[in-house]
């Protein structure tokens, strides 16, 4: 899969704008857990239904897209909206009734449904969760819609901190962020090439960073290679030249 990256956007707490963005990722130090981006986008009635992590979600999602004509869309998340999930979860053990407005905006294709309806969108868009490699899988699922000739795609990919009980299972520190970035098929032009390979023994790792978190500083870095192993595989992000 050979493709090119045109516009990206990200937000965090504390991390607003390409500037900031690229020297955090150059040298990540810890983050506040706190703040929400203002979302101004999105009307009003929509906003309130949503989360701190819908919220940066979205708002990545928009700050990419700017004024630039619609697009295939794909939202990727290996968690999602865990925590609105936790607290249905902890509502039914209660034996209360459940808000379908929450659990409305708790499924995983709830963030591309309400960018979709709220611009008044009808081009596809699709929702991704592969676990340590669901960056990957969105870039795949990018590709496929690239090939079937769309002319740009745009990848979302968001998460935030787990929470109680869940917390053991992280894997690297994690802040509640977004990225946003739109594809093209990279055509005659040099362009970054994603395959998947099984483990050879000579990955090369950058520093930890969450799994989508090291793939976005490969895509606006200038690193020739990243290597993402993942079990008995290696996915592979080149550079060419």
Same mark, same amino acid.
């Given at each position: ?17 390409? !500037?900031?963005?690229? #020297? ?18 999105? =009307? ?15 708002? +990545?999602?928009?700050? @990419?897209?700017? !004024?630039? =004509?619609?697009?295939?869309?794909? /939202?990727?998340?290996?968690?999602? %909206? ?19 407005? #929450? ?35 969105? /870039?795949?699922?990018? @590709? ?7 002319? %740009? ?6 998460? %935030? *901190?787990?929470? *109680? =009980? /869940?917390?053991?299972?992280? %894997?690297?520190?994690?802040? =509640? ?22 483990? &050879?023994? !000579?990955? &090369?790792?950058? +520093?930890?960073? &969450? ?15 990243? !290597? ?14």
């Amino acid at each position: 899969m050979v493709f090119s990256v045109h516009h990206w956007a990200a937000w965090a707490p504390g991390l607003v704008g390409h !500037d900031a963005w690229t #020297s955090w990722l150059t040298q990540p130090h810890p983050l506040p857990s706190e703040g929400t981006p203002p979302l101004t986008e999105l =009307p009003a009635m929509m906003r309130r239904r949503v989360d701190r992590l819908g919220r940066i979600a979205l708002q +990545a999602a928009y700050t @990419c897209q700017r !004024d630039l =004509p619609p697009c295939p869309g794909v /939202f990727a998340s290996r968690y999602g %909206e865990i925590g609105r999930s936790v607290e249905l979860l902890e509502t039914l053990a209660r034996g209360e009734p459940l808000s379908p407005t #929450s659990f409305s905006v708790s499924v995983h294709n709830a963030m591309g449904a309400l960018f979709s309806i709220a611009r008044g969108d009808t081009t596809a868009y699709s929702a991704v969760a592969a676990g340590a490699e669901t960056v990957e899988a969105a /870039f795949v699922e990018a @590709c496929g819609l690239l090939a079937d000739g769309a002319p %740009e795609v745009q990848v979302v990919v968001y998460d %935030e *901190p787990l929470p *109680p =009980p /869940f917390e053991p299972f992280t %894997e690297h520190p994690m802040v =509640p962020h977004a990225w946003a970035c739109r594809v093209r098929d990279a055509g005659d032009a040099p362009g970054i090439t994603l395959t998947c390979h099984g483990a &050879e023994g !000579d990955a &090369e790792a950058g +520093a930890p960073l &969450e799994d989508d978190l090291a793939v976005l500083r490969f895509l606006v870095g200038d690193a020739a290679r990243f !290597d993402h192993s993942v079990g008995p595989r290696v996915w592979r992000w080149r550079r060419d030249v």
